[in-house]
């Protein structure tokens, strides 16, 4: 059974930093999506499986990167400059696809439990 666990989300002021971690059973390419309340969950960036090529929402470039260790299977997402707009639960995703299409919800087979990312202002 794969599993996806995440941690590292919290309260931050507007302008701070925090590194959210993804422990993954299965090793594929991974994404991350955030939901905000009352809007549908968006794509925020996306890894493929030996972690050579990334990819990232507009609304993000320059500010969070996604990487990953396989060796302890975990994905990480390192989120910088954050806004009041950041607020939302983080969820990372597993496909079993290529990563040839990588920002629908529905190109991702598992989810993780999410963790709450909370920005100030």
């Known amino acids: 059974q794969v599993q996806l666990v995440e941690s590292g989300g919290g309260l931050v002021q507007a302008g701070g930093s925090l590194r959210l971690s993804c422990a993954a059973s299965?090793?594929?390419?991974m994404g991350w999506f955030r939901q905000a309340s009352g809007k549908e969950r968006e794509f925020v960036a996306g890894?493929?499986?030996?972690?050579?090529?990334?990819y990232y929402a507009d609304s993000v470039k320059g500010r969070f990167t996604i990487s990953r260790d396989n060796a302890k299977n975990v994905v990480y997402l390192q989120v910088n400059t954050l806004k009041p707009e950041d607020t939302a639960v983080y969820y990372c995703?597993?496909?079993?696809?290529?990563?040839?299409?990588?920002?629908?919800?529905?190109?991702?087979?598992?989810w993780g439990q999410g963790t709450q990312v909370t920005v100030s202002s």
């Open positions: 995703a597993a496909t079993l696809g290529s990563g040839s299409s990588y920002d629908r919800t529905d190109d991702y087979r598992y």
């Open positions: 890894i493929t499986r030996g972690g050579a090529t990334t």
């Open positions: 299965i090793r594929t390419f």
